[in-house]
C-alpha cells in the first residue's frame, strides 16, 4: 500500500488567502531527486504544522490551520499561514516558524525567504517606531529645510582611548556632523568603557553644538546582555541623549523588542545597526532577503537603519536598495518581483541610513538615488581625509551641499578647499 505524501496535504493552488493571513514569498531550489510539488509541501508542512509522516494525532481543527502553499510561478512559491499559527507581537516565534527548520531540510538545495505580506490583524500589534522619519527630522533635529543628516563613525573601529575617540568625535561635530555613531563593535572594552565614554561624548556634544549653533546628536552603541542594555540606555537618557543604537541581529530580536519598549519609557530614538545580516542575506539563493529584515525592524520600531549604498564597498545591488528604501518608507507596497504587497497602515516610516565605504566623491550618486530625507555615514571617508577629521567632516557636508544643488562636485571644489582636498585624494573611487 502506497502511503499518500502527507506533505502533499500543504498544497492547494485553488485556495485563496483570507484578509487575516500572513503570506510568505519563498525561492525554492529543490534537491536532487526531489520536485518541486514535493519540496514546497515540506516547506509549507514544516513552517506550520506538519512533519515527515502522518499523524494519529492529527484532528480538523488542527489540520485547518495548517500552512498552504497556493502560487507556484518557476522558483517563486507563495505560501499562506493561517494568524493562529502565530503568537500576536512575537518576532522569534514568527521566525521559528516561517525561518526556522524550513532551512535546513534535505529536500532543498536553496530556500529564500523573499518576503512576508502581513494582515493588519497582525501589524496592529506592534509599535513602529517611536519618532520614525519625520521625528527624527522635526523632533530630534528640528529641520525646516531637510537635507540629509550626516554621520560619522570615529575610525580606526575599536582601539582608540575614550580620550582619543571623544577628540575624533568633538572634531568631527564641528566640522558639520550631525550624528556621532559608535562603530558595531566598539561597546565597552578595556581602552573605552561606555560609561566612560558616555560621560565625555556628550561633554563634547554640548560643546560642540555651542561653537557650532547646530543640533549635534550621538547614537550610543548599548549593544550587550538586554538588562545591561537597559541600564546603558538610562544612562544615555541621564546625560541627555537622544539615541540608542544597537546592533539589532547580534543582539536579537526578543532584544530589539525589550529596548524598543524601554526607547518608550524613555523617550528615546532607535537606531538600527545591521552586521551580520550579510551571513543570511547575501547569496540570492539562500537565506533570507535584507529587505525582510528592514520590514521586521520597521515593525518593532527602529527609527533608523542601514540600508546600503550601491557605490560603496558593501554588496548591495541599486534595485535592492531602492526596494529597501521604498517598504521603510512609504506606505503601501505594491507587489513587485520579489517584493509583495503591504500596506503599513499607522506605522511611521523609517529613516534610511547609507553608509559604508562613502566619502565626498560619491555623495552625489547616494543623494540622487535615495534622496535628501536621509542619513549618510562616513568613517573613513572622514578620519582619512588628508587634512584631518573637520576637514573630513566639512568635505561631507560641502558635498551634501553641491548634490543638493545640483552643481557638479569639481566646480563647488574651486571655492570649497576641503571638498577639493577630498577630491584631490580620493576623486570618484568606489571602494570594494
Ligand atoms: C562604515 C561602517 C559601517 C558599515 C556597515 C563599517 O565605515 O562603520 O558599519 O557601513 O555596513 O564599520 O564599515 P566606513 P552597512 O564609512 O569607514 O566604511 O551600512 O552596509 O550595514
Ligand atoms: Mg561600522
Given at each position: 500500500m502506497t502511503m499518500k505524501?502527507?506533505?502533499?496535504?500543504?498544497?492547494?493552488?485553488?485556495y485563496k488567502p483570507s484578509d487575516s493571513d500572513l503570506v510568505c514569498l519563498f525561492r525554492v531550489e529543490p534537491a536532487k531527486g526531489i520536485s518541486m510539488k514535493e519540496a514546497i509541501g515540506r516547506i509549507a508542512s514544516e513552517s506550520s504544522n506538519g512533519t515527515w509522516t502522518s499523524l494519529t494525532t492529527l484532528k480538523p481543527h488542527i489540520r485547518a490551520i495548517r500552512a498552504r502553499a497556493f502560487s507556484i510561478k518557476g522558483n517563486y512559491v507563495k505560501i499562506a499561514y493561517p494568524i493562529e499559527l502565530f503568537e500576536m507581537g512575537s518576532i522569534p516565534q514568527l521566525l521559528s516558524s516561517v525561518a526556522g527548520n524550513v532551512f535546513g531540510m534535505?529536500?532543498?538545495k536553496n530556500l529564500r525567504l523573499e518576503d512576508i505580506e502581513f494582515p493588519k490583524a497582525y501589524i496592529k500589534h506592534f509599535k513602529g517606531p517611536r519618532f520614525g522619519l519625520d521625528g527624527v527630522f522635526d523632533k530630534i533635529f528640528h529641520m525646516k529645510e531637510r537635507r540629509p543628516l550626516l554621520a560619522h563613525v570615529p575610525k580606526p573601529k575599536v582601539g582608540m582611548y575614550t580620550a582619543e575617540h571623544a577628540e575624533v568625535a568633538k572634531q568631527a561635530w564641528l566640522g558639520g556632523v550631525d550624528l556621532l555613531k559608535d562603530d558595531e563593535n566598539l561597546t565597552s572594552q578595556s581602552f573605552n568603557t561606555f560609561e566612560k565614554r558616555m560621560r565625555l561624548m556628550f561633554k563634547y556634544r554640548d560643546y560642540a553644538e555651542k561653537v557650532t549653533g547646530e543640533k549635534k546628536s550621538y547614537l550610543a552603541?548599548?549593544?550587550?546582555?538586554t538588562n545591561e542594555m537597559i541600564r546603558r540606555a538610562k544612562l544615555v537618557k541621564e546625560l541627555g541623549g537622544e539615541y540608542v543604537m544597537v546592533d539589532i541581529l547580534t543582539a536579537g530580536w526578543a532584544a530589539v523588542q525589550t529596548i524598543r519598549n524601554t526607547c518608550d519609557d524613555l523617550d528615546l530614538a532607535l537606531h538600527a545597526h545591521r552586521a551580520f545580516h550579510a551571513a543570511f542575506t547575501k547569496n540570492p539563493k539562500h537565506g533570507m532577503s535584507m529587505l525582510l529584515v528592514a520590514k521586521l525592524a520597521r515593525l518593532v520600531g527602529v527609527d533608523q537603519i542601514h540600508i546600503g549604498?550601491?557605490?560603496?564597498?558593501m554588496e548591495a545591488s541599486k534595485e535592492e536598495v531602492l526596494d529597501i528604501d521604498e517598504e521603510i518608507t512609504e506606505g503601501k507596497i505594491t507587489e513587485h518581483k520579489d517584493v509583495l504587497t503591504e500596506e503599513w497602515g499607522n506605522i511611521k516610516p523609517v529613516l534610511p541610513v547609507s553608509s559604508g565605504g562613502l566619502h565626498p566623491g560619491l555623495v552625489p550618486y547616494v543623494v540622487k538615488l535615495l534622496g535628501k530625507e536621509i542619513a549618510i555615514q562616513a568613517g573613513g571617508g572622514i578620519d582619512g581625509h588628508p587634512d584631518g577629521v573637520k576637514a573630513g567632516a566639512t568635505a561631507m557636508r560641502q558635498a551634501i551641499e553641491a548634490s543638493l544643488e545640483g552643481i557638479d562636485l569639481d566646480d563647488y571644489a574651486k571655492t570649497h578647499k576641503e571638498l577639493a582636498a577630498a577630491l584631490k585624494h580620493w576623486g570618484y573611487l568606489k571602494p570594494k
Open positions: 505524501d502527507p506533505y502533499l496535504d500543504f498544497i492547494d493552488l485553488g534535505k529536500a532543498l552603541n548599548i549593544t550587550a546582555e549604498t550601491v557605490v560603496g564597498k
